[in-house]
């Protein structure tokens, strides 16, 4: 008994010394804010640094109050961050669905806006979804191991000694994980082999292939017709 409350408290000692890595969407939210200023004018609104400027304008102090431990002042700055990655998707989106019929964009160049955005896609909700999962990463540290959240990933069904087995008896979701979610949402339409168990995830998910279904079914399709 007590030497397994010491393997319990080392393993508690690692987990914290050994948090989810944030580089991953970090990486995500500049590649967001590098698509949108690669977008044609006529899918941007204003001059076209005005949003990724602003995106990293808000990045910064994340960045910077993660590192300082004001984990409170991080979740605001994120979320904030991600409303405005989301904003600047759906409008771009409906001024893509606005330039098919005016014809504003040729063949070529409306098949790459699509793409784009379908990838923006893709990586907005995987940044919603690592953020608002099981407490979003600041919360999913402080445990050994990820045993509740809103989807229920393979590993969450496994037994402990499987668990072992396969290395992963503290494994817990990171940015990957949520992203391979996103991208099947966006390609499938559905979580595949991950189910959602909360009602803000479904809500996601369904506005995220709502958005992906527009993008590929409408406007990649309509794109193709023209070449």
Not at 141 to 150: A, V
Request: glycine share 6%; net charge negative.
């Amino acid at each position: 008994m007590l030497w397994d409350s010491l393997v319990t408290l080392i393993r508690v000692g690692d987990a914290a010394l050994d948090p989810e890595p944030r580089w991953p969407a970090f990486i995500a939210v500049l590649a967001v804010g590098g698509i949108y200023a690669g977008l044609p004018d006529a899918l941007t609104v204003g001059p076209r640094w005005a949003f990724p400027s602003l995106v990293l304008a808000l990045l910064i102090p994340t960045v910077a109050s993660h590192h300082t431990g004001r984990h409170r002042l991080n979740s605001i700055f994120g979320f904030l961050v991600d409303v405005l990655l989301t904003a600047g998707l759906i409008i771009s989106v409906t001024l893509l669905i606005g330039a098919l019929p005016s014809h504003k964009e040729g063949p070529l160049e409306l098949l790459l806006s699509a793409f784009s955005l379908w990838a923006t896609n893709i990586l907005v909700f995987a940044l919603w979804y690592w953020r608002l999962d099981a407490g979003g990463p600041h919360q999913r540290d402080k445990y050994p191991g990820h045993t509740d959240g809103s989807f229920l990933f393979p590993q969450m069904t496994m037994s402990e000694q499987a668990l072992r087995e396969a290395g992963q008896q503290d494994w817990s979701p990171n940015f990957v994980d949520y992203l391979f979610l996103a991208f099947n949402t966006s390609t499938a339409f559905s979580p595949t082999d991950v189910p959602v168990l909360t009602r803000w995830a479904k809500i996601l998910m369904m506005l995220q292939s709502l958005i992906s279904l527009l993008i590929i079914a409408l406007l990649a399709a309509r794109a193709v017709n023209m070449l």
